[in-house]
């Protein structure tokens, strides 16, 4: 965040004259990889969240264990790293200050996204576990009703908030 704040104020350049090349690209590589890192992880719980369901993919349910704030500041954030990108890529001459300002606007995002993901599912365990009504049809973590047979789902102590 904090070089996306410079290159947008313009004190990138203040930022990389601290540093020597080799580690400006030793730390934009580091913070480039961490991304991969964390966001292969992220992308698992929520793929275990939505049951592997890749046609049917809730952000609401896999942010069900965050709250509302947070669920709505990383669709801000989401919502401002593609304006960032468009406005960033909107002008002619592209520069180092540029480049920082677009890359920036993503690492924000997909580390953003991946804290909200493991946020919600260390807040709420039960998402990761399989639903299922009392005829053993598997349910979504928000129904009540088996969608398949319309009996209701098995309630255990956990699997409230």
């Not at 930022?15 to 480039?32: C, G, K, P, V, Y």
């Not at 890192?37 to 609401?60: D, E, H, T, Y």
């Not at 993901?117 to 299922?132: G, N």
């Not at 009504?133 to 598997?138: I, M, R, S, T």
Request: with cysteine.
């Amino acid at each position: 965040m904090t070089l996306h704040i410079a290159s947008l104020t313009g004190h990138a350049i203040q930022l990389q004259n601290l540093l020597t090349e080799d580690m400006q690209f030793r730390a934009m590589t580091s913070i480039t990889a961490g991304i991969f890192v964390v966001w292969l992880p992220a992308a698992l719980i929520a793929q275990r969240i939505n049951k592997g369901n890749r046609l049917k993919f809730s952000w609401k349910d896999v942010l069900a264990g965050c709250p509302q704030w947070m669920s709505y500041a990383v669709y801000g954030l989401f919502a401002y790293a593609f304006i960032n990108f468009f406005l960033s890529i909107s002008t002619r001459e592209m520069d180092s200050q540029q480049g920082l300002r677009t890359f920036s606007g993503h690492w924000m995002l997909f580390y953003g996204m991946a804290l909200c993901i493991f946020f919600s599912s260390w807040r709420r365990p039960s998402l990761l576990r399989t639903r299922h009504c009392l005829a053993g049809h598997e349910v979504a973590h928000n129904d009540q009703f088996c969608s398949l047979c319309g009996l209701p789902a098995v309630q255990s102590g956990q699997d409230e908030n």
